[in-house]
């Protein structure tokens, strides 16, 4: 779900001041994506969430079925399942068919390896909003590369193909980092020509097992979304293109500019790691709460993490203290913890508003940390 999603579900009448982002008050997130598991097939370099192995404190059926019904009580609108390869879990039709009939659009990312023509046509059954195929390059040697799988590429083209067949509705998704960003606007048309419903564009950020060096510069990521916002535009009527990138209100009419809040971290979304931490966002590993402790609604409501995070006047530092879009953008909370170790510095990605000082240099890890 990208801003433009997001921003067209906010409340017109409760925008939020350059002071306070948090006036906006939802009993939930809009959107939250769920590790439901960390066994993966693939060792992809930029993956956020490290996955290789099952965790040995995965959730239960059980446990996960409360979790689902307490996403639901709150009014959550999409849950996503990810992993790791989350159909490599068990019981994915399971906590699928709850979530579907709780009332939540579900989401499913997926690298493919795993989609039988019996699983396109289960997911299609069960009622799934969407699936996310990665695809991170149009070659062979591109998508592998990043991927870290030979013989990987055939194997999603047909994914894609068969959940097409199905009637599934495809997102196809891409990551641009050091090795793929040349296949931007490639990704982009092969997923028009596979039949895909959209193409959607998440911005790397250095957690997990992505290091700094696949980062691209500012000037690089801002080439890429101008190219994506040309897709979107040549694409329209026949294939949605969205981006999650926190300055979408710069590439929209000055009469749209008030719907967007820019970095939703923390605001309309959130992620629930395979042992039950709650963190703002996909990539800002930030554990705010478990879930084997305290029920969801508390934790989104009480957080001291979260409040700081939803008042921008904390952020008092780097290029974003004083930046005219931090009402509409405020920069990407996660980029800034992943290259400074802070959520409440600068955005060192942005090109509109450029950061001064160094740029990091090395492969340093970000794991995920404990909200002090």
């Known amino acids: 779900m990208g801003d433009q999603a997001i921003a067209a579900r906010l409340d017109s009448t409760n925008k939020p001041t350059e002071s306070d982002v948090g006036a906006m008050r939802f009993s939930g997130p809009l959107y939250v994506v769920w590790e439901v598991t960390l066994l993966c097939n693939l060792r992809c370099l930029h993956c956020y969430s490290g996955a290789a192995t099952p965790h040995p404190d995965e959730f239960s059926t059980a446990e996960a079925e409360d979790v689902i019904r307490q996403l639901s009580d709150i009014g959550v609108i999409i849950l996503g399942f990810s992993g790791g390869e989350p159909l490599m879990r068990k019981d994915w039709r399971r906590l699928v068919k709850l979530a579907v009939d709780s009332g939540m659009l579900v989401s499913i990312g997926t690298n493919g390896t795993t989609v039988t023509p019996r699983v396109a046509r289960e997911l299609k059954d069960l009622g799934v909003h969407s699936v996310c195929v990665s695809l991170d390059g149009t070659t062979p040697e591109v998508h592998e590369q990043v991927r870290q799988k030979k013989g990987l590429f055939p194997r999603t083209i047909t994914a894609i193909e068969r959940l097409v067949d199905a009637g599934v509705r495809v997102v196809v998704g891409y990551t641009p980092v050091r090795y793929n960003v040349q296949h931007a606007r490639g990704v982009v048309d092969l997923a028009y020509e596979l039949g895909a419903s959209a193409a959607n564009l998440s911005e790397f950020v250095p957690t997990g097992r992505g290091t700094l060096d696949l980062c691209l ?43 967007y809040t820019g970095c939703g971290a923390g605001v309309a979304l959130a992620r629930i790691t395979v042992d039950g931490y709650v963190a703002p ?14 029920r969801f609604a508390d934790i989104w409501e009480n957080s001291p993490f979260l409040r700081r995070l939803r008042d921008r006047d904390n952020i008092e ?5 004083d930046c005219r879009l931090k009402a509409t953008c405020g920069g990407c909370r996660a980029v800034s913890m992943g290259f400074y170790g802070d959520a409440f510095r600068g955005d060192p990605y942005c090109w509109i508003t450029p950061e001064t000082g160094a740029w990091p240099a090395g492969n340093r890890q970000l794991p995920l940390v404990t909200a002090r």
């Open 217 to 259: 510069r500012p000037e690089e990521l801002h080439q890429v979304i101008d190219t994506w916002a040309a897709c979107k535009t040549e694409y329209a009527g026949r294939m949605d293109v969205f981006w999650h990138d926190c300055r979408v209100a710069e590439f929209v009419p000055p009469d749209e500019k008030a719907k």
């Open 281 to 294: 966002c996909v990539t800002l590993p930030v554990r705010v709460g478990n879930l084997r402790e305290q």
């Open 317 to 321: 530092a780097g290029n974003c203290a």
